[in-house]
């Protein structure tokens, strides 16, 4: 054996279970832990449940079948129909404002489709700017016209699409520069125009980015509460809060969990079979894009311009103005009482999700074993649960076992402890854990692919541990993974409502928590304040993501042998 390959055969550990090692363990209980709320999820569907579930089966059940399914398709349609032509415009085609708007499709990401909620109903609702300008400008009075409702099913829809698009526009773009010059040509060849190339073939070539982006963005939608909810549109999500804050029956709200459970599956089996072993063969040469010139530049700017005006100008604006010119909206104890509880929470949960990506990773490059692959494939599947899902997987089991040690102790010792885990900071880190530990695992594994085996064994050489390894030599190269995958735990689960609703501690509300209360109560103005915060928060991520685009898009243009 060479001296190179004994190095390495030392630094990898390539057998199966028994000698897993610490890493390995860590992998195995980390996956185990994520499929903990799911099985507690499914075993409702085998617990008796009163008559409650009998009640919505005979009455609600249905409605939430089709307004779920009828939401999904209206979603499907808005991201596709904007993220696509959008990526399309932008990579095959150069026109004035371009560079600008390539960047800026991405900014819709910061505003969650819960916020532009409330603030399209401030501007769309009968008292609002949008409809009192029509009234003066007409003569009309309010019942002598028609307006769209905007709190209906199609709201909510253009809501999502609005805010979920850019899943869709930033792998379809990626698609659509992976894309080579020859083959653009030879359709151009074969007598195609420009509709034609993109639909016969550009279109085609990039379907598996833009069935994944799909995926993921319908995925959101069926996780979706604050939408939804503020909207009063009655779909799974909804159903589930009702059947346990309203109600009162956990065992209802966990089995129609499990039927949400079913949807997010079905999704994530049509995008595997969709996908199916799509593959792009050949040599890769960037096609320059085509200059725009007359009317088509008016056009294809003002199509890009559009969902980044709706989906992010617009609410941002609204919110500004009432921000400002609202009395009720103000900066006060409250708020900084908000924010520091809601950077607590990020900042936790982010810093544990790094801690636990970085091993997940660091073990699945040391311990060559297929059991710990296949932990670490299964430790991300959180990600495809809503957080209603989460919440009752976790609440249920933690239920019972705080009630059991309450019991247990009333009895060996006179003392009442009450719940010590359900509605605690701990439960609420760990449905964190288990919902955004995909996103911290994939950005922490892309950037440990950076580093090369020769350093492993160049470390390994000068007698570093493979522990000592990772913290002296791959987290330093990783560091700028490292701060990319924080900050994007960190705004999501800043971002995030239902799981926060549902097993926030009692008196400790978040910014997204304390937006969605008062607009439900119909305090849009005050709840202007802290939806700014959240939306301000999350653009500095997005800023970061948007320099990453353009450096890209430059670099794939120029050709990889430009300097």
Not at 262 to 273: G, N, Q, S
Not at 307 to 331: H, K, M
Not at 415 to 434: D, F, H, P
Request: with cysteine; net charge positive; hydrophobic share 55%.
């Amino acid at each position: 054996m060479t001296g190179l390959a004994a190095l390495r055969s030392r630094l990898y550990v390539r057998s199966p279970a028994g000698r897993l090692g610490w890493l390995g363990s860590v992998s195995i209980i980390v996956a185990a832990s994520v499929f903990a709320p799911i099985v507690a999820v499914i075993w409702n569907v085998y617990l008796p449940s009163a008559t409650t579930w009998s009640h919505l089966v005979s009455t609600v059940l249905p409605e939430y079948i089709f307004n779920t399914l009828l939401l999904a398709v209206l979603v499907g349609i808005g991201v596709v129909f904007f993220g696509v032509i959008s990526a399309w415009l932008v990579t095959a085609y150069s026109f004035p404002g371009q560079r600008l708007l390539e960047w800026a499709l991405v900014l819709p990401l910061a505003m969650p489709a819960y916020v532009m909620a409330y603030a399209y109903t401030d501007w769309l609702q009968v008292a609002g700017p949008v409809q009192t300008a029509i009234r003066e400008i007409t003569g009309w009075q309010v019942r002598e016209y028609w307006f769209p409702e905007i709190r209906s099913l199609p709201g909510a829809a253009a809501m999502l699409s609005f805010a979920l698009y850019p899943y869709v526009y930033l792998l379809a773009r990626s698609a659509f520069l992976d894309q080579s010059r020859t083959t653009l040509e030879a359709a151009r060849l074969a007598g195609y125009g420009a509709w034609g190339r993109f639909w016969h073939v550009a279109l085609p070539l990039a379907r598996t980015g833009i069935v994944a982006g799909t995926a993921l963005a319908l995925m959101e939608t069926l996780a979706d509460f604050g939408t939804v909810s503020y909207f009063a549109v009655n779909t799974f999500t909804t159903g589930i809060y009702r059947a346990w804050l309203s109600l009162g029956d956990p065992v209802a709200a966990g089995q129609l969990a499990s039927c949400l459970l079913v949807f997010v599956l079905a999704m994530l089996t049509l995008e595997r079979t969709h996908r199916g072993g799509a593959r792009y063969a050949g040599k890769r040469i960037p096609m320059p894009p085509q200059r725009l010139r007359g009317w088509r530049v008016a056009s294809a700017f003002g199509f890009c311009a559009a969902p980044i005006t709706l989906g992010f100008l617009v609410p941002a604006g609204v919110l500004l103005r009432l921000a400002i010119n609202e009395p009720e909206a103000q900066f006060d104890a409250r708020v900084y009482s908000l924010v520091a509880n809601t950077f607590t929470l990020s900042g936790v949960a982010a810093i544990a999700a790094l801690v636990v990506a970085v091993l997940l990773a660091y073990a699945g490059r040391v311990v060559r074993s297929p059991l710990v692959h296949g932990a670490n494939q299964a430790a991300v599947l959180g990600y495809a649960l809503p957080g209603a899902v989460i919440a009752v997987g976790i609440l249920l089991p933690l239920g019972k076992l705080d009630n059991a040690i309450a019991d247990w102790t009333y009895e060996q010792f006179g003392v009442k402890t009450g719940l010590l885990l359900t509605g605690s900071i701990t439960a609420l880190i760990y449905a964190y854990l288990v919902r955004f530990l995909a996103v911290a695992f994939q950005t922490v594994d892309a950037g440990l692919t950076r580093v090369t085996s020769s350093m492993d064994d160049a470390a390994r050489s000068l007698g570093l541990s493979p522990a000592r390894t990772l913290l002296r030599v791959h987290l330093p190269i990783m560091w700028g993974s490292l701060l990319t995958a924080g900050l994007l735990v960190f705004v999501d689960v800043m971002k995030e409502l239902p799981a926060t609703f549902a097993m926030r501690p009692f008196n400790f509300d978040t910014l997204a928590v304390e937006a969605y209360n008062l607009a439900k109560d119909e305090r849009i103005a005050e709840a202007a304040v802290p939806s700014l915060l959240i939306v301000g928060i999350a653009l500095v991520p997005l800023i970061l993501l948007s320099r990453q685009i353009t450096r890209s898009s430059l670099m794939r243009r120029e050709g990889p042998g430009h300097v």
